[in-house]
């Protein structure tokens, strides 16, 4: 039952943790001033999706600690990335600094890498893969908002 309690603890700190700096910084009119790529997703996919990704993120750190412990480098990196993943938004949508934030989601990028080719649990891997694509695929559109504005 430990296993499943320290699960819960991950998902509940990580998910809650994440929604909370969504919340407190949501886009708001500077944001929807800025000029966006004709593939910007629509506004009401952003919740659900890092809802998931969150779920998923925690499971992957949740994982590494019950194999590899979070003091290894797997561990390390899990921490890094969950702290740039919960600077981003501040930083962009916060003090509206685009290129600052493309510079810390670059790094997130990278962070996310080093933990797909570091952890030792394959399905930790698993669990940062749709995160992978989709961290990918939100440093295009902060590149694209920041380069357009």
Known sequence: MNKFLSLACFIIVVVSVGLLIGYSTAPGTWYQSLEKPPFNPPNWLFAPA???????????????????????????????????????????????????ALAIIVLLLISIIAFLLL???????????????????????????????
């Open 119 to 149: 952890a030792r649990d394959d399905k930790a891997r698993w669990c940062f893969l749709p995160y992978a694509a989709w961290v990918a695929f939100a440093t295009v559109l902060n590149g694209w908002i920041a380069f357009a504005n």
């Open 50 to 100: 890092w809802t998931l990704i969150y779920v998923l993120i925690a499971i992957a750190g949740w994982r590494v600690m019950m194999i590899e412990g979070l003091s290894g480098w797997s561990g390390r990196v899990w921490f890094a990335q969950m702290a740039l993943n919960w600077a981003w938004s501040p930083v962009f949508f916060g003090l509206q600094m685009p290129f600052a």
